[in-house]
């Protein structure tokens, strides 16, 4: 048995390492961690941006299922529902609470792993607010039809970078927070179905510029 924190070798009766004094996790434990690590999954920055854009946006949602999913699973929590959460940002006004909370969850998941993190739950949802309202002032300018396309897609592009910033952001620290439990073990998430079909209906959704 080896220590988790230094790597020196251990006998399977002392409870902290005589190296670091870092607590000793017990075999079965270990492999209760070892599952929870699959996880667990980093996501790249440029993924995390490239899909962003590409998705028009609408990888926020997807983005929300899945990081929630990895934090149900880390904190054990049975009251988190990963779908609905994510869903749930569709809600005017109660949008605001879900991204607060997500973002703090992520800030105090960091925190309790010994992570410094720059994550303001503040911040981002600041971002969040103001992409909408460039989302929902997009949606008005198209009401004239062709006559304001050029600020529209302005306009789009400007939400859209904003909106992969803020998930940036979040995912830099959770990252982080993931590589730090797994002692850099940690493995990059497999590009998901959902992904694929958001990128592709987003994609769709930018061609209409060009029609």
Not at 74 to 80: C, E, I, L, Q, V
Request: net charge positive.
């Amino acid at each position: 048995m080896f220590c988790r924190n230094c790597g020196r070798e251990l006998s399977e009766d002392i409870e902290f390492c005589p190296g670091c004094g870092a607590q000793v996790m017990k075999r079965e434990n270990a492999e209760a961690v070892a599952v929870g690590l699959q996880n667990k999954l980093r996501i790249g920055n440029g993924r995390v941006i490239i899909v962003s854009i590409a998705s028009y946006g609408l990888y926020l949602f997807y983005w929300f299922y899945l990081t929630w999913k990895q934090i149900k699973v880390a904190t054990g929590r049975k009251d988190y529902h990963p779908v609905w959460h994510a869903l749930a940002l569709l809600v005017p006004i109660y949008s605001l609470f879900i991204v607060y909370r997500h973002m703090q969850t992520i800030k105090d998941l960091a925190a309790k792993g010994g992570v410094t993190t720059s994550l303001s739950p503040g911040g981002t949802l600041t971002l969040f607010i103001v992409s909408s309202v460039l989302v929902w002032t997009s949606a008005r300018a198209s009401l004239y039809g062709t006559e304001l396309l050029g600020v529209m897609l302005v306009v789009d592009i400007i939400s859209t970078v904003i909106m992969a910033g803020m998930l940036l952001w979040a995912q830099t620290s959770l990252n982080k927070c993931w590589n730090k439990v797994s002692k850099g073990q940690i493995r990059d998430a497999p590009l998901g179905v959902g992904e694929v079909v958001i990128v592709l209906i987003g994609l769709l959704l930018w061609a209409t510029y060009l029609l």
